[in-house]
């Protein structure tokens, strides 16, 4: 992520401020500090611009420019009785709140501040606000990641549920293709990256080199639940159409055939949002999480909201190793079935 992106890309201010974990360290570097109303920091128009060594008319002009996403990071107006019993607080500087006769105030909470930063293209100290947030981000998510993104999508407690689904899921795809179609060893990886294409844009070998990965690492190990099974559920309806027309031509099924069961299953109304929700998730959690774009599926791209930050760098999110021992029991049942 670079620092210009913050000027251009909603999408990108809102994944630095849904990260909670990583404004609360932000909020640590900021050397300017307002006051405190109903339990929030909030800082005044006029405090906003000297931080940023401009005037206040640059801020105000900035909030009617982008009033909405302001106001969705704690931007607020104060007017009537309450601005005038906070004109009255011990501590408040009343030359911050535009005197006593103002009628009505802006006041910027700590995320719609850094807002501000992000916004702003006229200020030195805007430019070195936003590079510090972005070396936060990156060491934050690291740091709770365990130091190693690659395999964060194993932080999140649905993982393991569908990466074993997905072994046996698999293992009818590989057998359907050994059984019914007629093609050399390679149908295995050709047939696998047919399905990433359909789902994400990427065969093995581009979503390897995107994510950088080592040539022994195995890519589904990589991938979020929402893949998983939607990957899952393409296998599982190639296999079933496989077998069916096996049986329906008495032979085993040629590679245009095959391709026509793709093409089959993929059009299937039901694939279509799973194929949405595994498109979306990957764009925007590896933008947000691992800092990479997939240039086939970038339109999918939304902000990342707070629950998935949650997720996947909260205190309920685990390392794979205490996930295994965690779901055991819940392994074994399904073992049993």
Known sequence: MESDKLNTSAIERNNVLNNKFAVKEIQKVIPVRGFTLDGEQYLTTKQVADYFEINTRTIERLVDEHNEELKNNGYLVLAGERLQHLKKVPDINVGNLGG????????????????????????????????????????????????????????????????????????????????????GRAKYPNYTDKIYK????????????????????????????????????????????????????????????????????AKMPTMKPMIDMARMKMASLDRALRNVEHPGIARYELPVNQADFERFLGEKSRELSRRIEENQDVLKRLKEK
């Open 198 to 265: 359909e789902i994400f844009c990427e065969n093995t070998n581009e979503y390897k080199r995107i994510l950088d990965l080592a040539k022994n690492d195995k890519a589904r190990e990589t991938m979020y639940s929402e893949v998983i099974t939607t990957i899952s559920s393409f296998e599982i309806g190639i296999a079933d159409k496989l077998g069916e027309y096996f049986k329906k031509y008495n032979r085993k099924l040629t590679r245009d055939e095959v391709d026509q069961v793709f093409d089959e299953v």
């Open 100 to 183: 006593i006769y103002t009628p009505k105030i802006g006041l910027f909470s700590v995320k719609a501040f850094l807002n501000v930063a992000m916004l702003l293209s006229g200020s030195k100290k805007a430019k070195e606000l936003r590079g510090a947030m972005l070396d936060i981000v990156i060491d934050v998510v690291n740091k709770r990641a365990g130091g190693n993104v690659k395999f964060i999508n194993q932080r999140d407690d649905t993982y393991i549920i569908a990466a074993y689904y997905n072994e046996g899921y698999h293992k009818d795809f590989i057998d359907a293709l050994t059984n019914y179609v007629d093609a």
